[in-house]
């Protein structure tokens, strides 16, 4: 949509939306074109006017009430407010009542002088935007095309009061086609939407019958546990593994609640499969994995397993020591400096890495162990700030982002 | 008022008894006015409140099935009520769903009560408030060329916000202040809702490579037999 610039850089959507927003510059962009047809004009009509200045005033109030109209439509990036129908459907008669008032009776058909016929065209185009009722419509039609004929036909000879009449039928004609082409969009843009909706409630069904087979096996494991606890009296022997395996279940319960993992199904290991099944260990933590910048970065063993085990190690860290209430591994991939990076942050204690011995963990599970894989590791901290760990790997240099269809 | 902080007028509407009477107690800067059973009950009544807590899943008898999820959200936000999702869900597909619906933020049960607070705050100022994981999908989205209005520092608070970074350190490596950071952050989240609310689910999974799963209202309690 070249006509309202950086307003819709990428493409409209097919949406509801998208129509009313191309109604929009459909609007504006008639009234602009016909405001700039007039400035090309302006020198010849101000000369031909029987008094420029009110010329002038009259097109100085339009202009005012057109660009409050247009700021109102862009940032609303719909034209649905019927007070601002109403109220150009009004100007736009007080427009055309006005223009006797500058233009003597043979330049009120046929010339720039009289440019409130070609400028509220515009407004039929709008009525048939803001407004949904037909008689409401026919109404703006009535008041634009009326207060033309009561305008133009006193004192018009013969030819010219022919001219005014087929003129009036123009607003007829601008409203009738634009509610044509304008019903039919949002129509049409009701349906796609429909249309979207059901494939992804089809495709949503197909998810959730997979889903259910998963639910059951985890409801399943859960019952004898539930029963034996709930029988009380559990033996002594028993309760060390009971309660143990309560707590497996109560994360197994979490993760079912996550983001069901995404079935592997591709050819090497992949740095967002290592961080996947990384973090996967790690589900009783209040851990957010987003990982998809990083989508379709290889990454072969034995680097894979190191990583997997550095993200591990933090994760462990975080569990121990930081008493955090949100840990975020995050993935990204930056072509520009062939890197991949990938950040593992929790919003825990944090602390003074100057003052701070890195135990064993951090200094050899981690550090030392990714160095000899060409991996550098960098740890941010700061008492009461959480810790934040990146660890940055070279890209093969034949990667390419993975984009997603239709990216601009 | 007589209390040491401003609270939120807020309605509570949760199947969980333990939710709707708990919350009054236990969230000292929320003004739990009204606690209600669903979504029918809450419109019956029509509380003054600034923003209304939803839970998206709401059992109703099996005969009797209510309003609940995506077309709760919807229908409220529709009555121009201020809508905080408060759930267990996860799948950020669904979570994307209720900002499509026009919820005004996201919050999970099991963050600490006094985000919750923060939250409803957030919300009742007209601020968006969403989870980790949409901030994640927020510069995803950013990234691939969705959010084109995005200045070069929200991208870079967002940046930041997505790697799980605090305001604080953020601001300090900008050299601005926190509440500048936040300020940013507050931007971004209007311009991602923005961006959510007009387009279709089935547009975002396309645009953002998500799960298709989810999209729909019902909960996998559900689909249960």
């Given at each position: 949509?070249k006509?309202?610039?950086?307003?819709?850089t990428?493409?409209?959507?097919?949406?509801?939306?998208?129509?009313?927003?191309?109604?929009?510059a459909?609007f504006?962009?008639?009234?602009?074109?016909n405001l700039?047809q007039?400035?090309?004009?302006?020198?010849?009509?101000l000369r031909?006017?029987?008094s420029?200045?009110?010329?002038?005033?009259?097109?100085?109030?339009?202009?005012?009430?057109s660009a409050a109209?247009g700021a109102v439509?862009?940032?609303?990036?719909?034209?649905?407010?019927r007070?601002?129908g109403?109220?150009?459907t009004?100007?736009?008669g007080?427009?055309?009542?006005a223009?006797?008032?500058f233009?003597a009776?043979?330049d009120?058909t046929?010339?720039w002088?009289?440019w409130?016929?070609?400028?509220?065209?515009?407004?039929?185009?709008?009525a048939?935007?803001?407004f949904t009722?037909r008689r409401?419509?026919?109404v703006a039609?009535?008041?634009?095309a009326g207060c033309y004929?009561?305008?133009?036909l006193?004192?018009a000879?013969?030819?010219?009061?022919a001219t005014?009449?087929g003129n009036?039928?123009?607003y007829?004609?601008?409203a009738v086609?634009a509610?044509?082409?304008?019903?039919?969009?949002r129509?049409?843009?009701g349906?796609a939407?429909?249309?979207?909706?059901?494939?992804?409630?089809?495709?949503a069904?197909a998810?959730?019958?997979?889903?259910?087979?998963?639910?059951?096996?985890?409801?399943?494991?859960?019952?004898?546990?539930l029963?034996?606890?709930?029988g009380?009296?559990?033996?002594e022997?028993?309760?060390?593994?009971?309660?143990?395996q309560?707590?497996a279940?109560?994360?197994?319960?979490r993760?079912?609640l996550d983001?069901?993992?995404?079935?592997?199904g591709?050819?090497?290991?992949s740095?967002?499969?290592?961080?996947?099944?990384?973090?996967?260990d790690?589900?009783?933590?209040?851990v957010?994995?987003?990982?998809?910048?990083?989508?379709?970065?290889?990454l072969?063993?034995?680097?894979?397993?190191?990583?997997?085990a550095a993200v591990?190690?933090?994760?462990?860290?975080?569990?121990?020591?930081?008493?955090a209430?949100?840990?975020?591994?995050h993935?990204?991939?930056?072509p520009?400096?062939?890197?991949?990076?990938?950040?593992?942050?929790?919003?825990g204690?944090?602390?003074?890495p100057?003052?701070?011995p890195?135990?064993?963990?951090?200094?050899?599970q981690?550090e030392r162990?990714?160095?000899?894989?060409?991996?550098a590791?960098h740890v941010?901290s700061?008492?009461?700030?959480?810790?934040?760990?990146?660890?940055r790997g070279?890209l093969?240099?034949?990667?390419e982002?993975?984009e997603p269809?239709?990216t601009? | 008022m007589?209390?040491?902080?401003?609270?939120?007028?807020?309605?509570?509407i949760?199947d969980?008894?333990?939710?709707r009477?708990g919350l009054?107690?236990?969230?000292?800067?929320?003004?739990?006015?009204a606690a209600?059973r669903d979504v029918?009950?809450?419109?019956?009544?029509?509380?003054?409140?600034e923003?209304?807590?939803?839970?998206?899943t709401?059992?109703?008898t099996?005969?009797?099935?209510?309003l609940?999820?995506t077309?709760?959200v919807?229908a409220?936000?529709?009555?121009?009520?201020?809508v905080?999702?408060?759930?267990n869900?996860?799948?950020?597909?669904v979570?994307?769903?209720?900002l499509?619906?026009?919820?005004?933020g996201?919050?999970h049960?099991?963050?600490?009560?006094?985000?919750?607070?923060?939250?409803?705050?957030d919300?009742a100022?007209?601020?968006i408030?969403?989870t980790?994981?949409?901030?994640?999908l927020?510069e995803?989205?950013?990234r691939?060329?969705?959010?084109p209005?995005?200045?070069p520092?929200e991208?870079?608070?967002?940046?930041g916000?997505a790697?799980?970074?605090?305001f604080?350190?953020?601001a300090?490596?900008?050299?601005?202040?926190?509440?500048?950071?936040?300020?940013?952050m507050?931007q971004?989240k209007?311009k991602?809702?923005?961006y959510?609310r007009?387009?279709?689910?089935?547009?975002l999974?396309?645009?953002?490579?998500?799960?298709?799963s989810?999209?729909?209202?019902?909960?996998p309690?559900?689909?249960?037999?």
């Open positions: 949509m006509l309202i610039g950086g307003l819709a990428p493409a409209l959507p097919t949406t509801p939306a998208g129509v009313e927003l191309c109604a929009v459909v504006a962009g008639v009234r602009a074109v700039a007039f400035a090309v004009a302006s020198p010849v009509a031909e006017a029987t420029p200045v009110l010329l002038l005033v009259v097109l100085g109030g339009y202009l005012a009430e109209i439509v862009v940032s609303a990036r719909a034209y649905r407010d007070r601002w109403w109220a150009d009004a100007t736009a007080a427009v055309l009542l223009q006797p008032l233009t009776a043979s009120r046929g010339s002088t009289a409130g016929f070609a400028c509220t065209l515009s407004s039929a185009v709008g048939a935007v803001v009722r409401h419509i026919a039609v009535v008041v634009l004929l009561v305008a133009t006193p004192g000879a013969g030819g010219s009061a005014a009449l009036a039928f123009a007829v004609g601008f086609l509610r044509l082409l304008v019903g039919y969009l129509r049409l843009a349906d939407e429909r249309a979207r909706s059901e494939a992804a409630r089809a495709a069904e998810a959730r019958l997979r889903e259910r087979e998963r639910q059951q096996r985890l409801l399943h494991d859960n019952i004898s546990v029963r034996l606890f709930a009380g009296g559990v033996p022997e028993l309760d060390g593994p009971l309660r143990a309560a707590m279940l109560a994360n197994r319960v993760a079912f983001d069901p993992p995404v079935e592997a591709e050819p090497g290991p740095l967002v499969s290592v961080l996947r099944a990384a973090v996967g790690y589900r009783d933590l209040p957010e994995a987003s990982v998809e910048l990083a989508d379709g970065v290889p072969p063993e034995p680097a894979a397993g190191a990583v997997r591990g190690t933090l994760l462990a860290n975080v569990r121990m020591h930081a008493d209430s949100n840990v975020v591994v993935a990204d991939a930056d520009a400096e062939g890197e991949w990076e990938v950040t593992v942050a929790d919003d204690r944090g602390f003074d100057a003052a701070t890195r135990g064993f963990g951090l200094r050899d981690v162990a990714l160095a000899a894989h060409g991996i590791v941010h700061v008492p009461g700030d959480g810790t934040r760990v990146t660890l070279p093969p240099a034949s990667w982002a993975v269809e239709g601009p | 007589t209390g040491d902080e401003p609270q939120v007028r807020v309605a509570a949760d969980d008894t333990l939710i009477d009054r107690v236990l969230v000292p800067g929320l003004d739990v006015v209600c029918a009950e809450f419109l019956a009544v029509r509380p003054r409140v923003v209304v807590l939803l839970d998206l709401l059992t109703g099996a005969t009797d099935p209510v609940q999820g077309d709760a919807a409220l936000a529709a009555d121009g009520w201020r905080l999702v408060y759930t869900e996860r799948r950020r597909a979570l994307v769903a209720c499509n619906a026009g919820a005004r996201v919050v049960k099991a963050e600490p009560l006094p985000a919750l607070a923060a939250a409803a705050a919300v100022a007209g601020r408030v969403i980790q994981a949409l901030t994640g927020a995803l989205a950013g691939r060329g969705r959010l209005d995005l200045s520092r991208r870079d608070v967002l940046a916000r790697r799980g970074e605090s604080r350190s953020i300090r490596r900008l050299f601005i202040t926190e509440k500048t950071a936040s300020g940013y507050d971004v209007h991602f809702a923005a959510l007009e387009h279709s689910p089935a547009d999974e396309r645009a953002l490579g998500l799960e298709p989810g999209l729909t209202d019902r909960h309690r559900d689909a249960l037999p």
